[in-house]
Structures are given as structure tokens and as C-alpha cells.
């Protein structure tokens, strides 16, 4: 029986601010328990909640950068439940009437580019944190979060898979962090995820009952809670089972899901308008201000490379992981070398470069190669000076502080032999040298020639220009 899995997300981002979504307290991480805590956010009976201007704004920089409706009317309500963490008993959120409807995310799986509708978009504040660890028969709790700003972003339940889930929610990642609403730092909890996961047999019309997988972290973590979340429902209905919709809770150590509780319905949580916060009233020139503040978006950047650049979707959507990386790529073609040509740029970076980073966990912003530098160093590799592996050796100099490729090459004495004269002497010492291979390529096997070609690259310690060995070779051969 083929079974089909259905994921959609809730992403909540914290919002970068200086201050909290309703109070003046500061909205920074890392400070002592409770000392970033103000009496709104306590909760002390008479104070009232002042709702965040820039919050506002960052919520609307994305709706614009998904392509989604700003409300030019939408509500703050309470949503009540009890727990330890939340003084007031209720958080304030958007309900009804979210600051944004709709919108569209794209991002690639595989090389697919797809694309998944959003429902909606709301603002909210965090709820405090309570801390387990450190403390015997009893929690500590921590309102420093409490009143955090947040926007959560909800997805269709259109994500098909766990693979396609996280290549979305690093998309969606990636654009909170580009149009600057969000830090993206997953350690610190800026950016959550809950995964709303069903199966249903394939062809089926209505979608299974789904369990709510809280709080994922990381995008692995996401990937193996999924996986393990659909296997476990899949199971149960292959045993004649039916699922229980729940809430549940992913623990990576054990690579499977839990049960936290059974999911609450809306009703439980006694939505209501706040009534102390007026409606959030956005007009069309309020849009248009924050319009004309957005960045180009990686959209945009895509469409530009792709048309301008002639190059393919996937290099192009590498390139435009982060605004970081976009801007190096620009400003390495904006250097001044003539020989080094948008795709080898965008092979060099998505490449070598990209597999650099990720084994030293290196952000873009913190490469210790000038764009600059990068572009002399390829347009080294262009005009023949030195080869591509020598080029590799000369960029792990440069990664270790050097910022001159030349003189790497010199020191390194990495020059290509390019000379003529002296790549024919080495071809020449090697046909002599192997007169059964000459033989056997004359005789039509192709491989000979390869093993040749070795032979002088090796003669020659790895410097002799490639391309020139080649055609001497066979002009050789041929004569
Ligand atoms: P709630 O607010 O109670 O969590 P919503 O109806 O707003 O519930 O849905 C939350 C998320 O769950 C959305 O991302 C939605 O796409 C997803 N979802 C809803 N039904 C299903 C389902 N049957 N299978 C998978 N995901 C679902
Ligand atoms: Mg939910």
C-alpha cells in the first residue's frame, strides 16, 4: 500500500527588535533569569500592553516579500490557557484577523523548484521559559522571553514528504534572515518549528488526521521527527488503528515522537479581542514606505542572474542562499577581472568555497577571502598561471590570512607550465618512454592516451598546463 505524507508548518520567528512586542523591556537573548523582565510583562495587576511599531513593520516587510494581503485592519486577542510561564494567563495573538493572508513561498527540492501557499501570517508575543534542569523537585521559570515578539507563519497542508518540508522551512529561514526581520539563530530559538504531520493513502481526497510535532529546532531534527511521526501513523493504519489527533514531542536522542497532550481545540483557548489594544490599522502609504525600505529580494536577485548571467536555476539559487553570499558573488565580478566569467565564479563558490565554510561552520559574513581576492585568484586559473588544484592549495592560504594569490603562486612555486617547448620535451621523454601505449592507442584504445596524459602530468609534478599537454599529445600521436 503506497501512502502519501502531509506536512504543513507553523514557523515562529522572533522578531529583531530593541524592544519587546508590548512592553519597553529589551528583546535581547542571553541576559541573568528575570532581569529583562518588566511589569507588563510580569503581568502586575493595571499595567496595559503598548503594542511594537517596529514588530509592525518587520511583519509587513514580510508579507510584502511573500507577496501576501496586509490586513489594512487586523485584531490582537487573547488566547487563554494556563501555564507556570505565562503570568497573564492568556497570550496576546492574532486570531480572527491575521496582519497577513496568503502569500507564497518558493524553494527548490533536488533541483525542483516548488512552491507552497501560506495561510497566514500573525503576530504574537512568547510566552517566559521554564527551566527543568539545575533544579530537584521543582522548575525555575524565566520571564526574560516572556512578551519576546513574534511572527507566526502558517503553511497550507500542502508539503508532500520530510525532505519537502525542510527545504521549505530553510527557504522560509532564509528569507526572514535576508529581509532582516530575523536573526535566524536556531541555538538561541529564534526561529521554532512545529510540524503538523498526517498520511493518507495516495489518491485519497481528504487528508488524514494529523499530530503536531512542537518545537523543532533544527532542520535535521525536523527532517528525522518527520520521518519517524508518518512511519509511526502508517503503522497504526496498517494495523487497522485509527490516529489520535495529539500534540506531540520530538526527542532526538531516542529519534522518536511523543505525546505531550491531546490537541486542544480553539474553543479551549477562549479566543477574544483584546480590549486593551486597539485594532492595528495599516494604510496604503505605510505599505508603500516600508516597500521602498525592502532589499531586492532572493526572488529578484534570481530572475536577474538568471537573465543576466545565463546561468542555471540551481547555481543561481545557491547563489542566492543568503544576502551575504549574493553580494560577494556581485562584488567579485565587480572586481575588475575581465576572465573570470559569472559561472566560474558560481562553480568556485558553490563549490569549493560552500564545502570550506561548511566544514569550519562559517557564516558568509566571516570569509577571510576578500571578494577581491577571490576574483584575482580565478582569473589566475583563467589565464592559465596556475591550474585548478593548485588554485585549491593557494585559497587554503589565503583562508589562513594570505591576501595576495600571487604571491602564494610564487612562493608555492605553483606556476603552470605553460611553455611550450618544455611540455613538448616532457611529451616527448614519455612517448618514449612507453612505446606499448603508444601502440596500444594507435591501435584504437582510447584509455592509453588518458594514461599518457597522466604520465606527463606526473613527470611534471602536476604544473604543465592540461589543455596544452593534451593537443601536443595528440599531435604527436597523430604525426
Ligand atoms: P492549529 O492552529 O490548531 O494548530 P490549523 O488548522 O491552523 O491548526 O493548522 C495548523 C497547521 O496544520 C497548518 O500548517 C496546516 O496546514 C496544518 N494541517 C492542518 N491539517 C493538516 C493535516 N490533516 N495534515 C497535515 N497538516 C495539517
Ligand atoms: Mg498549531
Known amino acids: 500500500m503506497a501512502w502519501e505524507i502531509v506536512v504543513g508548518i507553523e514557523s515562529h520567528t522572533q522578531l529583531l527588535t530593541r524592544s519587546k512586542m508590548f512592553s519597553g523591556a529589551a528583546n535581547a537573548f542571553g541576559a541573568a533569569p528575570n532581569t529583562q523582565a518588566s511589569a507588563v510583562d510580569i503581568a502586575l495587576p493595571g499595567t496595559l500592553p503598548v503594542a511594537n511599531l517596529a514588530a509592525i513593520e518587520h511583519a509587513i516587510r514580510f508579507g510584502l516579500a511573500v507577496?501576501?494581503?496586509?490586513?489594512?485592519r487586523s485584531v490582537f486577542a487573547r488566547k487563554n490557557y494556563f501555564y507556570p510561564d505565562l503570568p497573564k494567563g492568556y497570550q496576546i495573538s492574532q486570531y480572527e484577523i491575521p496582519i497577513v493572508q496568503g502569500g507564497t513561498v518558493r524553494f527548490f527540492v533536488?533541483?525542483?523548484?516548488?512552491?507552497?501557499?501560506?495561510?497566514?501570517?500573525?503576530?504574537?508575543?512568547?510566552?517566559?521559559?521554564?527551566?527543568?534542569?539545575?533544579?530537584?523537585?521543582?522548575?525555575?521559570?524565566?520571564?526574560?522571553?516572556a512578551g519576546t515578539p513574534l511572527l507566526e507563519i502558517v503553511t497550507e497542508p500542502e508539503l508532500r514528504g520530510a525532505?519537502?518540508?525542510?527545504?521549505?522551512?530553510?527557504?522560509?529561514?532564509?528569507?526572514?534572515?535576508?529581509?532582516?526581520?530575523?536573526?535566524?539563530?536556531?541555538?538561541?530559538?529564534?526561529?521554532?518549528?512545529?510540524?503538523?504531520v498526517s498520511v493518507r493513502k495516495i489518491g485519497d481526497e481528504e487528508l488524514g488526521t494529523r499530530c503536531e510535532i512542537k518545537n523543532l529546532n533544527s532542520f535535521r531534527f525536523m527532517e528525522q521527527a518527520i520521518e519517524f511521526e508518518a512511519r509511526r501513523q502508517i503503522e497504526i493504519l496498517q494495523d487497522g488503528g485509527s490516529i489520535e489527533q495529539q500534540t506531540r514531542l520530538y526527542?532526538?536522542?531516542?529519534?522518536?515522537?511523543?505525546?505531550?497532550?491531546?490537541?486542544?481545540?480553539?474553543?479551549?483557548?477562549?479566543?477574544?479581542?483584546?480590549?486593551?489594544l486597539l485594532p492595528l490599522v495599516i494604510t496604503e502609504a505605510d505599505i508603500e514606505r516600508i516597500g521602498a525600505s525592502m532589499p531586492e529580494l532572493p526572488e529578484q536577485k534570481r530572475k536577474r542572474y538568471a537573465e543576466k548571467f545565463d546561468l542555471p536555476a540551481y547555481d543561481?539559487?545557491?547563489?542566492?542562499?543568503?544576502?551575504?553570499?549574493?553580494?560577494?558573488?556581485?562584488?567579485?565580478?565587480?572586481?575588475?577581472?575581465?576572465?573570470?566569467?559569472?559561472?566560474?565564479a558560481a562553480n568556485w563558490l558553490n563549490g569549493e568555497i560552500a564545502s570550506k565554510m561548511n566544514d569550519e561552520n562559517l557564516a558568509f559574513a566571516a570569509l577571510p577571502v576578500s571578494p577581491e581576492g577571490f576574483a584575482k585568484l580565478l582569473?589566475?586559473?583563467?589565464?592559465?598561471?596556475?591550474?585548478?588544484?593548485?588554485?585549491?592549495?593557494?585559497?587554503?592560504?589565503?583562508?589562513?590570512?594570505?591576501?595576495?594569490?600571487?604571491s602564494v603562486i610564487a612562493a608555492k612555486g605553483l606556476k603552470q607550465i605553460s611553455d611550450s617547448g618544455a611540455i613538448e620535451k616532457i611529451v616527448d621523454?614519455?612517448?618514449?618512454?612507453?612505446?606499448?601505449?603508444?601502440?596500444?592507442?594507435?591501435?584504437?584504445?582510447?584509455?592509453a592516451f588518458n594514461s599518457l596524459v597522466g604520465q606527463v602530468m606526473k613527470r611534471s609534478q602536476g604544473k604543465a598546463n592540461p589543455a596544452q599537454v593534451n593537443e601536443t599529445m595528440r599531435r604527436k600521436l597523430a604525426g
Open 67 to 72: 507577496q501576501g494581503r496586509i490586513s489594512a
Open 251 to 276: 526527542d532526538a536522542d531516542r529519534n522518536e515522537t511523543r505525546p505531550m497532550r491531546s490537541k486542544e481545540d480553539a474553543q479551549d483557548y477562549r479566543y477574544f479581542p483584546d480590549p486593551d
Open 379 to 406: 582569473s589566475r586559473v583563467q589565464d592559465g598561471t596556475i591550474s585548478q588544484k593548485a588554485a585549491k592549495d593557494v585559497l587554503t592560504e589565503m583562508w589562513a590570512g594570505q591576501r595576495d594569490p600571487d
Open 110 to 145: 533536488d533541483k525542483a523548484e516548488k512552491s507552497i501557499r501560506l495561510t497566514r501570517a500573525h503576530l504574537e508575543e512568547d510566552a517566559g521559559k521554564s527551566l527543568h534542569e539545575n533544579f530537584t523537585d521543582l522548575s525555575g521559570i524565566d520571564l526574560n522571553r
Open 163 to 196: 525532505k519537502e518540508a525542510v527545504a521549505y522551512a530553510r527557504a522560509l529561514h532564509a528569507l526572514v534572515v535576508w529581509i532582516g526581520i530575523c536573526d535566524g539563530n536556531m541555538q538561541e530559538g529564534s526561529f521554532r518549528c512545529d510540524a503538523n
Open 429 to 447: 621523454e614519455v612517448l618514449a618512454a612507453n612505446a606499448k601505449q603508444v601502440e596500444d592507442y594507435r591501435a584504437g584504445k582510447e584509455k
Open 316 to 344: 543561481v539559487s545557491l547563489l542566492t542562499e543568503s544576502r551575504e553570499k549574493a553580494n560577494y558573488f556581485e562584488q567579485s565580478l565587480a572586481a575588475g577581472f575581465a576572465a573570470v566569467t559569472p559561472k566560474l
